[in-house]
């Protein structure tokens, strides 16, 4: 299982489980997916302890920015097996997309809350936009997206975009289609052509890129930078948003979160800066709480604050 690697908010973030230079990612890849299909889960979540505890003790950097965040989620200085819980909820979610990504739903037990909001936006057949973050498994909303018959196409920049499908094909290549790269010159044509479908497309709202607009909102107490681009794409399409975020809950027990967190309206017409930091701001204030109810699924291993 590859560590969270220690990463700047002004760096592109590269998923959690491509943090390692390519190649022994991949190399790591293809043992878990031989674990997970060949011993079955329960004995391969068993052989995440040891490999938590390797990591806990080594990655010095990211175990601190790990105490630092759950520091403020508790409410109480973090100590060290709280860092191990952190850890090992990671690599607990890591190991079941390797299950979701085969297609194996029904080994998990998954409560979806607010399924009506994503029914009544898609209702008219024009999609829409949701923010996610890097907390618990996105792979748990996309599967949950396929069970109630619709489809959740993930918007990353292109270099994580290429890993990402190289990860799909080495596991499941009927899904790499549900990954659409940013950065290129038809990028936002695919972004629209997927909406027109009917589909939903899915942005993590978390993480800062170089170059990138951002907004400081409130966050734990803390001004920290949200990225301006996923809801910028939203009004550029004129598509609502919502917040989707999938939280595991130990054993094999997942939820589902959908929220509203901007109409049509308040997307359309307003002024950009104030439409695009009221949106954040609500973002941010919905992200804080489920940290604080689910502090061990935010999967932030650098100084978010900095």
């Excluded at 659409?180 to 800062?208: F, H, N, P, Q, T």
Aim: charged share 25%.
């Amino acid at each position: 299982m590859v560590p969270p690697a220690d990463s700047e908010v002004s760096r592109p973030q590269a998923p959690e489980w491509m943090a390692a230079p390519e190649r022994s990612t991949m190399l790591a890849l293809r043992s878990i997916t031989w674990i997970a299909l060949a011993l079955g889960r329960p004995l391969a979540r068993l052989m995440l302890y040891p490999i938590t505890l390797y990591f806990v003790m080594f990655s010095i950097r990211p175990r601190a920015a790990s105490r630092q965040y759950l520091s403020k989620a508790l409410g109480r200085p973090a100590g060290m097996a709280d860092a191990f819980r952190h850890y090992h909820t990671f690599a607990g979610t890591i190991l079941d997309r390797i299950y979701l990504l085969k297609e194996q739903f029904y080994r998990f037990d998954v409560r979806i809350y607010g399924a009506e909001i994503v029914e009544d936006l898609i209702a008219g057949g024009q999609g829409c936009v949701l923010l996610g973050a890097h907390m618990g498994s996105f792979e748990i909303i996309r599967s949950a997206g396929r069970a109630h018959g619709f489809k959740v196409s993930m918007v990353m920049y292109e270099g994580n975009a290429r890993k990402i499908r190289k990860l799909l094909e080495a596991i499941n290549p009927a899904l790499h289609m549900e990954v659409i790269g940013l950065g290129s010159v038809d990028s936002m044509l695919k972004v629209e052509a997927a909406l027109e479908r009917g589909e939903i497309v899915g942005l993590l709202a978390d993480r800062s890129i170089q170059g990138g607009g951002t907004v400081s909102c409130p966050f734990f107490g803390e001004p920290a930078a949200f990225p301006v681009g996923p809801v910028r794409i939203a009004a550029m399409l004129k598509r609502p948003v919502a917040l989707m975020l999938g939280i595991y809950r130990g054993g094999n027990r997942y939820e589902v979160h959908f929220e509203r967190l901007a109409e049509l309206d308040e997307i359309v017409g307003r002024d950009r800066d104030s439409m695009t930091r009221h949106v954040l701001q609500r973002y941010a204030e919905r992200l804080e709480h489920y940290c604080r109810i689910a502090p061990y699924n935010w999967f932030n291993f650098y100084d978010f604050w900095r």
